[in-house]
């Protein structure tokens, strides 16, 4: 049946199926046309309308078509509706408030190619989509943008809360210059707003707040202020004075009580007016362009929100301690990149971590102790999830070692029950301390482990032989009874043949070395018969092995020198596994593997 010869009914929950608001799942509408009228034709739009660009230029000439659109040649009236007339209490309203506060970057949904092709199938469907709310309750603005159109989104979004993306390209100049009339034009409807994004430089950032100090934003939820370093050019990188506020300055007149996450970029924090935030946050997310010795702020601010349940710090050379971090009883998400972390004696610790779930140090990990006291960190840490130790270098007290090298204490102390992902770099200096973990702790749930080397050059990483050999008698007692994904930059062979002998339900083996796993390996995951009668294979899950091998050629270490017959072994006798897979595989005994090698 053509599309203009459907139902009305059928039309109107087949367009939802096809074009959900751009925050549900379509799966989750409940159709009250049966199921099987809809699910033909539910497939067929989805395939029709693949594709999904902004195209503003579009909608204007969409609306310049009255007999599809059906708009007024005169919107006036409608753009001058008061925004404040709204009655943001109201049950439908409050219930969407919490979808908005992890509001992305994307194009509002009205300026896809897909929604203005379905709103030229037919009149009702274009009367179906400017009606419905929850398709124009987001807001995108720069300087391209025309107000009255924006007006015209506004007045269609009714009573819906409202989501806007403010841009301001520092590029371009006359993004300055437009700046303040596009402030001025959506000051009366700051009180709806629930999510507001300024993308734009500090200095403009600072501006646009100006304008909008006497306004309230009692619905704002998040807040996200300025832009990632590295869309900067360097002139405005090394001007981070004229993004400083005065020192009286006032958010949004300070009605922010619902204010949950704060992000920003760029943004100075002498005289931050961090007083005008409500104490109930939860997310903090800061990037700094350059140092500046914000301990001692950051140390107070961290203090004055108690309910914080997330902080992102990005600092380079700046520095943070733990122990002032970890007094927070909520805290569930814990990134800190950049930076240097301070792990004081355990003495000084809280006496709670027990809600977080996340911790990502991408930092220099200063430790008032030996590499056993950050050990003692993981067992006051019952609650976490995740865990990444990237780019991590180490400093620790010279002293410690009285001269001697300093050997970890390898002894079990417990149960990590809910840790599932782990994602390390094995560095050059305390190269023993994530197998130390992961030798210490039950992993009962871990289901993905990420294992990479500290350099990006081969002659200065570690040799996985050398890694090998100082850890080897750990090895065995390794046990993974839930990993299901291995990336690992060390291809040694018994490395190699530890995990796969610990992780029994192994489906994919990904690495990157200069070498390649031997003959350990190869006996390993062939089959092999028990007693004439039952054929066994490890890791009967497996179905992906990728390698990647690297240049070797400025390799200084002698351990190496015998990697490119290792990776031609290997590469010669790789096709003896996977056909010796697929013949396991037709018996029922384990599944097909596919191996693939990365150039």
Same mark, same amino acid.
């Given at each position: 049946?053509?599309?203009?010869?459907?139902?009305?009914?059928?039309?109107?929950? =087949?367009?939802?199926?096809?074009?959900?608001?751009?925050?549900?799942?379509?799966?989750?509408?409940?159709?009250?046309?049966?199921?099987?009228?809809?699910?033909?034709?539910?497939?067929?739009?989805?395939?029709?309308?693949?594709?999904?660009?902004?195209?503003?230029?579009?909608?204007?000439?969409?609306?310049?078509?009255? *007999?599809?659109?059906?708009?007024?040649?005169?919107?006036?009236?409608?753009?001058?509706?008061?925004?404040?007339? +709204?009655?943001?209490?109201?049950?439908?309203?409050?219930?969407?408030?919490?979808?908005? +506060?992890?509001?992305?970057d994307t194009a509002p949904i009205y300026t896809s190619e897909l929604f203005l092709?379905?709103?030229?199938?037919?009149?009702?469907?274009?009367?179906?989509?400017?009606?419905?709310?929850?398709?124009? $309750?987001?807001?995108?603005?720069?300087?391209?943008?025309?107000?009255?159109?924006?007006?015209?989104?506004?007045?269609?979004?009714?009573?819906?809360?409202?989501?806007?993306?403010?841009?301001?390209?520092?590029?371009?100049?006359?993004?300055?210059?437009?700046? #303040?009339?596009?402030?001025?034009?959506?000051?009366?409807?700051?009180?709806?707003?629930? &999510?507001?994004?300024?993308?734009?430089?500090?200095?403009? =950032?600072?501006?646009?707040?100006?304008?909008?100090?006497?306004?309230?934003?009692?619905?704002?939820?998040?807040?996200?202020?300025?832009?990632?370093?590295?869309?900067?050019?360097?002139?405005?990188?090394?001007?981070? #004075?004229?993004?400083?506020?005065?020192?009286?300055?006032?958010?949004?007149?300070?009605?922010?009580?619902?204010?949950?996450? !704060?992000?920003?970029?760029?943004?100075?924090?002498?005289?931050?007016?961090?007083?005008?935030?409500?104490?109930?946050?939860?997310?903090?997310?800061?990037?700094?362009?350059?140092? %500046?010795?914000?301990?001692?702020?950051?140390?107070?601010?961290i203090s004055s929100y108690k309910d914080l349940e997330e902080i992102h710090l990005?600092?380079?050379?700046?520095?943070?301690?733990?122990?002032? &971090?970890?007094?927070?009883?909520?805290?569930?998400?814990?990134?800190?990149?950049?930076?240097?972390? @301070? /792990?004081?004696?355990?003495?000084?610790?809280?006496? +709670?971590?027990?809600?977080?779930?996340?911790?990502?140090?991408?930092?220099?990990?200063?430790?008032?102790?030996?590499?056993?006291?950050?050990?003692?960190?993981?067992?006051?840490?019952?609650?976490? #999830?995740?865990?990444?130790?990237?780019?991590?270098?180490?400093?620790?007290?010279? %002293?410690?070692?009285?001269?001697?090298?300093?050997?970890? #204490?390898?002894?079990?102390?417990?149960?990590?029950?809910?840790?599932?992902?782990? *994602?390390?770099?094995?560095?050059?200096?305390?190269?023993?301390?994530?197998?130390?973990?992961?030798?210490?702790?039950?992993?009962?749930?871990?289901?993905?482990?990420?294992?990479?080397?500290?350099?990006?050059?081969?002659?200065?990483?570690?040799?996985?032989?050398?890694?090998?050999?100082?850890?080897?008698?750990?090895?065995?007692?390794?046990?993974?009874?839930?990993?299901?994904?291995?990336?690992?930059?060390?291809?040694?062979?018994? !490395?190699?043949?530890?995990?796969?002998?610990? *992780?029994?339900?192994?489906?994919?083996?990904?690495?990157?070395?200069?070498?390649?796993?031997?003959?350990?390996?190869?006996?390993?995951?062939? +089959?092999?018969?028990?007693?004439?009668?039952?054929?066994?294979?490890?890791?009967? $899950? /497996?179905? %992906?092995?990728?390698?990647?091998?690297?240049?070797?050629?400025?390799?200084?270490?002698?351990?190496?020198?015998?990697?490119?017959?290792? @990776?031609?072994?290997?590469?010669?006798?790789?096709?003896?596994?996977?056909?010796?897979?697929?013949?396991?595989?037709?018996?029922?005994?384990?599944?097909?593997?596919?191996?693939?090698?990365?150039?």
């Amino acid at each position: 049946m053509p599309y203009q010869s459907l139902p009305l009914e059928i039309k109107s929950e =087949v367009l939802r199926l096809v074009l959900p608001t751009s925050r549900n799942d379509p799966r989750e509408w409940q159709a009250s046309v049966p199921a099987s009228e809809i699910e033909p034709y539910w497939f067929e739009f989805r395939e029709y309308f693949s594709s999904e660009e902004d195209s503003e230029d579009d909608a204007s000439e969409d609306r310049s078509s009255p *007999s599809i659109t059906g708009e007024p040649g005169d919107n006036s009236a409608e753009v001058a509706e008061s925004p404040n007339s +709204s009655d943001s209490s109201s049950d439908s309203t409050q219930g969407q408030i919490e979808e908005y +506060s992890d509001h992305e970057d994307t194009a509002p949904i009205y300026t896809s190619e897909l929604f203005l092709n379905l709103r030229l199938v037919c009149a009702e469907w274009n009367e179906i989509l400017t009606q419905d709310p929850r398709y124009w $309750n987001e807001l995108h603005i720069d300087a391209d943008t025309s107000l009255s159109f924006t007006g015209l989104v506004i007045t269609r979004s009714k009573n819906q809360p409202l989501a806007i993306d403010f841009a301001a390209d520092p590029d371009e100049l006359d993004d300055a210059a437009w700046l #303040e009339p596009g402030c001025r034009f959506l000051q009366p409807y700051l009180s709806r707003c629930v &999510v507001l994004a300024l993308w734009m430089t500090p200095q403009l =950032v600072r501006r646009a707040l100006s304008f909008w100090t006497e306004s309230s934003a009692p619905l704002l939820q998040g807040l996200m202020l300025g832009i990632p370093a590295e869309d900067l050019d360097s002139e405005a990188l090394q001007r981070p #004075e004229a993004a400083t506020f005065p020192h009286d300055f006032i958010l949004f007149s300070g009605n922010m009580p619902r204010l949950r996450k !704060l992000i920003s970029a760029g943004l100075s924090l002498r005289n931050f007016p961090y007083g005008s935030l409500p104490h109930s946050l939860i997310k903090l997310d800061q990037e700094f362009y350059q140092y %500046e010795p914000y301990q001692q702020i950051i140390k107070e601010m961290i203090s004055s929100y108690k309910d914080l349940e997330e902080i992102h710090l990005t600092w380079t050379g700046g520095s943070v301690d733990l122990s002032s &971090v970890f007094c927070l009883t909520e805290l569930r998400r814990l990134e800190l990149f950049g930076m240097q972390v @301070v /792990l004081g004696e355990k003495k000084s610790w809280p006496l +709670s971590f027990s809600k977080l779930t996340d911790l990502c140090l991408d930092s220099v990990i200063q430790l008032e102790g030996t590499p056993d006291l950050f050990l003692d960190l993981f067992e006051e840490l019952p609650a976490l #999830e995740m865990l990444g130790l990237s780019a991590v270098r180490w400093e620790i007290n010279p %002293e410690v070692f009285e001269g001697r090298p300093y050997q970890i #204490e390898w002894r079990k102390r417990g149960s990590l029950q809910r840790l599932r992902r782990i *994602s390390c770099n094995v560095d050059n200096i305390n190269p023993g301390f994530i197998f130390a973990l992961l030798h210490s702790f039950e992993l009962p749930s871990l289901f993905e482990l990420n294992l990479s080397d500290n350099s990006a050059r081969p002659f200065e990483r570690m040799p996985g032989r050398l890694l090998s050999t100082l850890i080897e008698d750990h090895l065995k007692d390794l046990t993974f009874p839930e990993l299901k994904f291995l990336f690992i930059h060390f291809l040694e062979d018994d !490395l190699i043949s530890a995990f796969l002998h610990a *992780s029994p339900k192994l489906e994919v083996l990904s690495g990157a070395d200069i070498g390649a796993p031997g003959r350990r390996f190869f006996n390993d995951l062939l +089959s092999y018969v028990d007693f004439d009668i039952e054929r066994h294979v490890l890791c009967p $899950n /497996l179905t %992906e092995i990728a390698f990647m091998f690297r240049d070797a050629k400025d390799i200084r270490f002698r351990e190496h020198e015998d990697h490119s017959e290792a @990776v031609k072994f290997f590469k010669e006798n790789i096709s003896q596994i996977v056909e010796d897979r697929e013949q396991c595989a037709q018996l029922g005994i384990c599944k097909r593997l596919r191996y693939s090698e990365a150039s």
